[in-house]
């Protein structure tokens, strides 16, 4: 359990290292998506730190990072940049970013601002595009939280998320207290700009080149339900075209 000051904000994270202790191994980022933390990443740190450092952080207001304070400018750019800021805090020069959800798209944002300090990205649901009636339902979102608690909208509709009749309770229940746990003003703040982020980023990975997507057959261990893609990927053009792309769906 770490925290340090990032941009006047106190910003929770955690590093686990189980690599061989002669070696110097890598650093793998993992950033979560909206109302979730760095628990969420359960599964993939044990695998991940046999063989890499691996760094977790919570979001702004999400976990156990500090709240943000009125006027906090929410962006793409913005997160990215305190990602940029915890790195510099650290001393990392490169990552291998994993960005599920909202995490991804930050990912796709902090590669396009800082080309230099990334390793490789692997995107979980990211660009996520919603059903037409998904997004009928996303709009009324921000209204539904200021008069809901966090919890009670996230199992508001759970079919949105899980399958009901086939997936854990336990399972179902752990997700709504987690997310359940996240500032009702963070959520609503984000769904608010959530349209122009996600335009931003489709639109952003839709005109650049494209770069083969590589299977990670470590990686895709990790899930049982997303695969690696094995259509190309696009990159913006601003990355190195060494730069590997990973995409689950």
Known sequence: MLTGEIDGYLT??????????????????????????VDVWYG????????????????RGHGRSAPPRPGYPWSLATLAREAKLLLDR??????????E???????????????????SLTLCSTPYRYTSDVRAK????????????????YLHDTTLRFDPDKDDKQMIQWFADLVGGTDPDVMQAIYVFSPMWMS??????????HLSCILANRLSLLSKRRRPCTRPSPTPASWSMRTPVITFF
């Open 200 to 209: 931003q980023t489709c639109a952003r990975v839709s005109k650049y080149q």
């Open 101 to 119: 959800s909202l995490g991804g798209h930050v990912g796709i944002q902090f590669a396009n601002d800082y080309p230099d300090r990334i390793a």
């Open 90 to 99: 650290l001393a990392v020069k490169r990552v291998h970013w994993a960005g």
């Open 12 to 37: 929770y994270y955690d590093i686990d290292d189980f690599s061989d202790p002669w070696k110097e191994p890598e650093m793998v980022l993992l950033h979560h998506g909206l109302g979730r933390t």
């Open 138 to 153: 996303a709009r009324h979102w921000p209204e539904q939280l200021r008069h809901m608690s966090v919890k009670e909208w």
């Open 44 to 59: 993939w740190v044990p695998i991940l730190a046999r063989h890499y450092r691996v760094l977790r952080t919570d979001y």
